[in-house]
């Protein structure tokens, strides 16, 4: 625990100080907790697989946590995919809810919830809009995750119990500098042979500036080509440099 200079230097003489000693220490965490972040990266890739047809996006969210470890939020991105794969379809924007509970004991951590994806428009097929359930637990630099839809995977007909694995490394090289390594395995149920079904990895470097995140990466899958081909002939699932910069406020 913190204590004020002259508390210590007092105490190093043999005087005995407990109301001052008592009255430095540190603050309880707070009961609620509020954040936000903004963002724009070159390109948004989610699970490795292009939502923006190679342009920039923008995103942003709001999160809250109470003390006891439950929390909630909104998170939000402008997106192509859908439009890009059907003219007939009117859509630009995700839009993230969810909710869970997390907490650690010693050096391992847990982390269970539920995540909606929106998808505000028109024109459609079968609906995108898709809701996750998720565990994951952590153990100091690593994180495993399970997440299991419960819903037809964003549109993919008959794909409901689909899941998706993925272990992420974050490995501190230098303190405000993080070395990342990511593999995840996206099973997709009812596609023909099992061709949606695919592997992405990544690996990059993010800095710190007191609260602004600047990250750099290499994302690539192997993803089948005639599965993930938008309608301008672009294959979302081949591999590419990535650049992102996030505040956090």
């Known amino acids: 625990m913190r204590k004020s200079v002259i508390a210590s230097a007092l105490i190093a003489a ?5 109301t001052l000693v008592s009255a430095a220490d540190a603050a309880p965490a707070p009961e609620h907790t509020f954040t936000s972040n903004v963002g724009v990266v ?3 890739l989610y699970r490795g697989i292009g939502q923006t047809n190679r342009k920039p996006a923008l995103q942003g969210g709001v999160d809250y946590a109470h003390a006891s470890g439950l929390y909630a939020g909104t998170w939000g991105s402008n997106v192509s995919w859908l439009s890009d794969a059907n003219s007939t379809t009117s859509n630009s924007l995700e839009w993230d809810f969810y909710g869970g509970y997390k907490n650690t004991v010693g050096d391992f951590g847990y982390d269970v919830g539920l995540l909606q994806y929106f ?3 028109t024109g459609y097929g079968n609906n995108p809009n898709t809701l996750e359930g998720y565990v994951a637990g952590t153990w100091t630099f690593l994180t495993l995750k399970y997440s299991h ?13 689909s899941g998706y694995l993925d272990l992420t490394a974050t490995y501190e090289l230098v303190p405000t500098v993080n070395l990342i390594g990511h593999i995840g395995r996206q099973k ?5 042979s099992n061709g949606a079904s695919y592997t992405d990895y990544k690996v990059g470097v993010t800095k710190d500036f007191s609260g602004t995140v600047v990250g750099l990466s290499y994302i690539t899958t192997n993803a089948s080509e005639a599965w993930y081909t938008n309608g301008y ?3 979302l699932g081949k591999g590419r440099v990535l650049f992102s910069l996030t505040r956090t406020f």
């Open 14 to 18: 043999g005087v005995a100080l407990p």
């Open 149 to 161: 839809s419960f819903s037809d995977l964003f549109g993919w007909v008959g794909s409901k119990n």
């Open 119 to 121: 998808y505000p428009g």
């Open 188 to 192: 997709v149920n009812g596609s023909s």
């Open 42 to 44: 070159s390109e948004y």
């Open 233 to 235: 002939g672009k294959d």
